[in-house]
């Protein structure tokens, strides 16, 4: 109930509570004229009161209605601005994404001589190396056989690995990260010999005698290819780089840390690594 009716229902009060006192003080049975006619003068305060009540809650409610509508607005309004701003948001993330992909794009892998020189750098750094050795975990199991197709043959794969060859395929697409124009294409032993006569022509075969171990590449049921060049003006240098190990220091280089680790935790200097360095990409970084 609005205020107003307070008021109202105050004042008939009043009018009624004065008509007693004033009318009805004198025990006269019988209504005078007076007395008639002062009732009859607060009658259309009565219907007067009557009126104002639906009256009152007709325009309340139109107030109401009103207001409902107001509010109704106000909340359109508000979910139009929400609406706004997710759309907003999700524009500024995509132009993030899209800057972040702008920025990869951009990123400049070194020359030639800009990796000679960050080795130099790193090997002329005096700051004495520790040396971690490292645990040698030797497992009793033998790796899960696992199945991948030869990239130049299409022939089937098998071999056993715990995870060197995806840890190969993981650390050619961090180096495609950074910018080099690198890649690695999956071979089968077949292939892999030819490829082998093709870059090592005195290396011997793992069925030869005199085959060592240290020199000579031996070939797996699954072999790696890595494809090197700084330049797109000249041809990949090519490296049948089967182990992890090949990979590391490289990596290493390009990331521009002087030294990584093993999975035994043996930390590794990436200077004393020139020869492997020169094998997989065909730089002469003499230091
Ligand atoms: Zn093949």
Request: charged share 30%; glycine share 2%; proline share 3%.
């Amino acid at each position: 109930m609005a205020w107003y009716y307070y008021i109202l229902i105050f004042w008939l009060l009043s009018v009624v509570i004065m008509l007693c006192v004033r009318v009805f003080q004198k025990n006269s049975e019988k209504l005078t004229f007076k007395q008639a006619l002062m009732i009859i003068g607060a009658a259309p305060f009565i219907v007067l009161f009557l009126c104002i009540l639906p009256i009152g809650n007709f325009f309340e409610r139109r107030a109401d209605k009103k207001k409902q509508r107001e509010r109704e607005e106000k909340e359109f309004e508000e979910i139009k601005l929400k609406v706004a701003e997710n759309k907003r948001r999700s524009e500024l993330r995509k132009k993030s994404i899209e800057q972040k992909n702008t920025n990869n794009m951009a990123k400049k892998p070194l020359s030639k001589e800009e990796l000679v020189a960050r080795l130099k750098a790193i090997a002329a750094d005096e700051t004495p190396k520790v040396r971690h050795q490292g645990a040698m975990c030797y497992s009793v199991m033998e790796p899960p056989e696992k199945h991948s197709k030869c990239e130049l043959c299409g022939n089937d794969i098998s071999y056993h690995d715990w995870d060197n060859h995806e840890s190969i395929i993981k650390m050619v697409n961090e180096m495609i990260e950074l910018g080099y124009d690198v890649k690695v294409v999956t071979v089968c032993k077949k292939c892999a010999e030819n490829i082998k006569k093709e870059l090592y022509p005195n290396m011997k075969s793992q069925d030869e005698d005199g085959f060592d171990h240290f020199k000579d590449i031996w070939l797996s049921d699954i072999n790696e290819i890595f494809y090197f060049r700084t330049s797109s003006d000249t041809e990949y240098h090519r490296a049948i780089a089967n182990h992890q190990y090949k990979y590391k220091p490289l990596l290493c280089l390009m990331q521009n840390k002087p030294h990584y680790f093993s999975s035994q935790m043996r930390s590794h200097f990436v200077d004393e690594e020139v020869e492997t360095l020169e094998f997989m990409t065909g730089i002469k970084f003499d230091i």
